[in-house]
């Protein structure tokens, strides 16, 4: 599966919707037009009778079709448009509105820290931050949804039903479906569409207010409360059209969101264990939420039931799903218990102790004794475009290891919004100890003697994790950071701002470092848009992909020969398909802060140009036979920057 081709998957399907909804806004102004040349005309029949000069009946008029084109439009549009403003807040929206309750990350409920473990494991083995995670308290379904812009604002839901009847593997596969939903580029997709649906069901509203208008006498001949019974009617009309839009746009992902489960989990009995129980348990995964419905497309089964001859289910059968994964499947459902829902989950036991990590993973041994036991393996250049968007089952179990490796109490700092930002702060301090000092006083100046002081104190273990684990374990603490107050927050981004200048220059680490936490951040706390696309061609970003070849060039080698033939082997075919020939730039033109400006440009292109510019850097970072470490979390970050995750690089 290319991660590129979903993405432009998904961006034709976007201009399919468009098309979808322009046809749907089409046929209900000439359905409303239709009502009111009916409604308006016979009233005027009615208010002429007896008299010679009574107009004959017209099929078109003009003025009347304006209006009723306008109207129609106005309340469309502004019901779309308010819906879209409340969605921007992101996936958490969506659940808040379904009765989600966020998980909090330090919760000791069994359920839940199980829940929060494979979410967090799974995050980690797909290169993307740990989103929010909510349950929907009282819904006994076995359900489960994504939902955001990106992977900035995304959540991950499930019902009370899943976290209770589903067993581990079950939950991991209902886990990896959505997190296909998050990388496939579904999840913008699933917004816009609930957007349009609200818009077209604000014609209901209109006609439930119009059927209650009174005429000024008893002798005048109201016809509103005509229109709004034929705008009621029509309103169902949309609503059906809805729907229909609904199922076209949903169905096929579902069973390309099974696959690529399957795929990263290397375990079918998991997906369609959980597929079964929803066909043995009597709600199935039904959701009993009054907003169930405008968010049906989104979910993991079929929330609303099946519709009159399937019509308009935004799933596929579930017996179709389980054959995909499991072709011995004989269609016999087994009868599923539901009451486990509503009793108390058992109490927790103590978490078994973990091995020592085994080098599971080719190219990858055991270090020494301690958090600091991964070695980095030899990264191969081929292995990084395809593992794009795409993680497998050794990168799920690379995150379990690596996971294992952090130590309990940063894991239980990173969970909690002042923990999670001393970490952060003790990940920026420098092994100098002098530059040390000076960092801790500026910490102090920017937050408070005691945030320091835990600093100091969290440092040395923070310093004994691998250096590897060190970006996931940030992406780790973000559910942590979101736990901050928006003062909080300005709090740690001055702080941050000023641990990272404390010593006249930004390093890579550091660069990379804000750059992630900042990007993902900022949106939740300032309600920043995700930039739009812009550019269709490479042509125009030719400049900015010569700053970024430059810096890679510049990062991986010393001598001036070596960095030319570094950048050439991006440049070449990236200037090919640009048209337009890239030349090395001196270091000064192509500092960090060049670099940050290129990618905030690059950012706006479409798919392919994105596929094209990481083609041409995984090129230059392995001119020398050898993704080092650092060019790889660099390479990393670029593509975070993108919106083109990349798994670990765990060899290959």
Known sequence: MDFFETQAQAHRNTKLLVVYFVCGVALLILAV??????VFTGVGLGQHQGHAEAAPIALWDPNLFFGVAVGTLAVIAIGSGFKTMELAHG?????TSLGGQLVNPSTTDPDERKLLNVVEEMAIAAG???????VLPGEKGINAFAAGHSTSDAVVAVTQGSIRLLTRDELQGVIGHE??????GDMRLNLRLMGIIFGILCLTV???VLLYTRSRSSKDKNPLPLLGLALVLIGW???LFGRLIQSAVSRQREFLADASAVQFTRNPAGLAGALKKIGGLGCGSKLENAHAAEASHMFFGNGMGESFFHLMDTHPPLAERIRAIDPSFDGTFPELDDVRVDQPAPPASAAPRRAPLPPIIPGMARGPAGAAGLVTPLIAAHAVMPAMGNPSTAHLQYATDLQGSIPASLQAAAREGLGASTMVYALLLSDDEGVRHKQCDELAAATSAGICQETVRIWPEVQAVATQARLPLVDLALPGLRQL??????????AVQRLVESDGEIDLFEYVLQKIVFRHLEPYFTQARKPTVQYYSLKPLAPDCAVLLSALAYVGQDEPDKTEFAFQQGAQPLGYNAQVPLSLLPPEECNLEHVDAALNRLSQAVPQIKKNLLNACTQTVA???VIQEMEAELLRAIADTLDCPIPPLIGG
């Open 485 to 494: 107050s928006p003062a909080q927050f300005q709090q740690f981004h001055a």
């Open 91 to 95: 996936g958490s929206a969506v659940a």
């Open 623 to 625: 001119a020398d036979g």
């Open 237 to 239: 009309i949309g609503v």
């Open 128 to 134: 993307v931050p740990v989103p929010q995670v909510y």
């Open 179 to 184: 997190f296909s939903h998050i990388l496939n």
């Open 33 to 38: 037009y239709a009502a009111a040349l009916v």
């Open 206 to 208: 209109i006609g439930r």
